[in-house]
Structures are given as structure tokens and as C-alpha cells.
């Protein structure tokens, strides 16, 4: 395979580049590098949807979609460069479930009315969603759920809780996994639904982070009535487009890309920073534990090239149990990285808001958000099963 861009991508390269530098100056210092941030505090969430619109703007948040339903028709090679080069800037406005996760789906599952109904505004960045998947008693083991959609005539009624909702007391919409036939107890018996969050019957209930922050919540669903027309694909069938969803979620380049300018934000401090009278980055432990990273995230870049490259080549099915690899090498490297910064740092590292703080106490913040990384969309275990059965072809252990 080949890793060089074209001189046509460079140049978008750079455009997208230039466009992040100049637009993440005036980025809310409280926006840190955190999904929480920017689902807690409101001028975050302004932030990070006055990018949206810009973004939205430049037709640049579903580039690879069809023109049809708001997007340009591009090669999915531009949305990957888009995707790193924003992950980089550790720039928002970008909605990660509903672009990241649900359009995706849609385009491959969804009937034409859903289609035209939901894509085109997700493009112009004007519909939030959540993801209504979790139970308290189903996270991996998903298909166990015991959410129950009854059909009544034009509509089914909803009732059950889900759990860890992130962004949910933002979101516009959701989409949900709920059991259609009570006599199929796993995924043989559980459809998919777009529903509007503020639909009566729907609590929506902030659960609290180690990290303080609230992004996650509770969801309760008393009688909830969704139309028959928001169910994806037909009933039962649910399980088929949640796996797409699940793919689509795992190219991950915006993470290492992310965690590449993280470590060139250390590697600074370090050269910046003394202890004993001698710049850190003559410590010889605080040296190779950075090489160890700048190896890793160079290796992670190249490996998530590698999972778009097959995607392109043998289609996202294919590319599954590489995206599943992408999943957790990305979200473990940048726990790493957060650990050995939060180490670094020493015991002022440890502190918050004070001027003591080293970079402004960043890193014990990133130490407890990053914790999560790999839980959401997956743990890092059960990426390993589906490598190991998907890309092995071992036998399932479950
Ligand atoms: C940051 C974050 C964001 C999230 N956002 C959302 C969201 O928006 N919507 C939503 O629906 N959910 C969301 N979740 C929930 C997430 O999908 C679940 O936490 C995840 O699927 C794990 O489920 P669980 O927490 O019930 O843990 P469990 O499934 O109970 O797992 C507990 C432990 O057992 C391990 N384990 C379980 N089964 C196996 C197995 N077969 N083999 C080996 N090990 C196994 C797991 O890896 C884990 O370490 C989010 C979670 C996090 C952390």
C-alpha cells in the first residue's frame, strides 16, 4: 500500500489545516481535550456547534455521503483526511454519534423517507443524537437487553431504562436497540428505532463521572410512541444494522491524530520543564517512556491508514476486525500516553486548578476521562474476542 497522499489530498491537507488552526483560537479553554466539557458546559457545546455550522458550511461534515442526501459524493479518503487532521486540532463540531455512528447505518439500512428525513440535517449540523443502547444488565453482552416495543396499530410502545447515554440532555434524537419478540431472548428478537428525545415519557437522568464532568445519563422510557416508520429495516432485524453501526465506529485515525499532538504538547513541556536543574528531557526514564510513545502513535498512524486502505479496497465488512484492533490500540495508546504524562508531571500533576498545576492540570483531568476510553463503543476485551473470531476465524468463547 501506499501512505502518500496525492498533491490534490495534501492540498485539502492543508486547507482543513488552515481552517482548524485559525477557527481553534477562539476555542473555550474549559473545552480541554474532553467530550465531558463539551456536553457539560454550555459555552462548549456554543463552541462546538458554531463550528458545526461552519463546518457544515463548507460541506465538509459528510463529505462522502451521497449529494442526495447533503453530502458531495467524495472518496472516503477526504472524510479520513478531514477526520485526522481534526482530531489533531482537537477540534469538536462534528456531532460523533450521530455523523460518526447513526449516518453511516442509515446510509446502508434505512429506507429512503429515513434517509431524506435525517441525513440532510445531520450534514447542516442541526440534529444532536444519542446512542439508547446500554442496560444496566446488557453492555457487552448487548443483545441480552430487555428494553420491550410493543406494536400498537401506526406505533410501538416503548418501555424500559438505559444506562451511560452519553449526550443525551443534549441530543435531538436517538436511536435505540429495543426487544420486538419477548420470546427470542438475544439478538434474533430486537429492532432498531430513530426516536424523538422529547417524545412524552422519556426522563433523562445526569450521571456524574470520577472526572466530575456529565456526559453520561440514565434514560427511562415510560410508554414511550414511536411510529412504526422510525424503525430501521424490518422488525427483528435490529441486530444486523447495530452491527454496522459497530464497525463504522472503529477507524479511529482522529484518535491517534489526537494523541500524536498530545505527545508533542509533552515532548515541549519536557524541553520546557526542569527537575533538579536540569531540563526533563535529559532524564533518561522521562526520554525513553517518551520514544516508547512517539513509536507507538507512529505505528498507529500507519496501522489506521492500513484499516481505511482495506476498507477501501475489500468494503467495511471486511475491514472489520481491523477497525475492532484500531479500536483498542487507539483508545490504550492514549490512555498511555495520559498515564505517562500524569507520571511526569510529578506530584504537582496531581493538582487542579492552582498555579502550581503543570499545564494546567490537564493531565490528572485527561488521567480520569481517558479511564473510559476503552469501555464506550466496546471494550477492549471484546474487541480482542472479535479479532480473535473474526480475524482468526478462532472458534467464539461466548
Ligand atoms: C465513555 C463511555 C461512553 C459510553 N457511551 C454510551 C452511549 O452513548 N450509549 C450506550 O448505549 N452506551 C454507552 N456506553 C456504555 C458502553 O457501551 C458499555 O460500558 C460497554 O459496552 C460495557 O458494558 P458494561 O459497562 O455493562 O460492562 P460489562 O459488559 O459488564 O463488562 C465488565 C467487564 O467484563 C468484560 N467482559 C464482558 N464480556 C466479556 C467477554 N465475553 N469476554 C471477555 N471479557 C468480557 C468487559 O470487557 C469488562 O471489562 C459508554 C461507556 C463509556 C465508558
Redesign the pocket.
Known sequence: MDFRYTPEQEALRKEFGDFFREEMRDCPPEMGASMESLFEIDVCWEFHKQLGKKLAAKGWIAMAWPKEYGGRDAPLIEQFIFNEVRGYHKAMGVDP?GVGMLAPTLLVSANDEQKREHLPVMARAERDW?????EPNA???LACLTTRAVRDGDDYIVNGQ?I???GAHRADWGFMLARTNPEEKRSRGLSFFLVDMKTPGITVKPLHSMAKGHMFNEVFLDDVRVPVRNRVGEENQGWVASQMTSNFERSMIDLFSHAKRGLEELVQFCKEAKWGGEPLAKNPIVRHKLAQLAIETEAGLAYSHSVVWNQLKGGIITAAPLAAAAKFLATELTQRLNYTGCEIMGLYGQVRESRWAPMMGKYQNYYQLVM??N????????MR?LVASMGLGLPRS?
Open positions: 454519534i444519542c446512542q439508547l443502547w446500554s453492555g457487552s453482552d438505559k451511560w447515554t452519553s473510559g476510553l469501555m464506550g463503543g466496546g471494550t477492549s476485551e471484546i474476542n461466548w
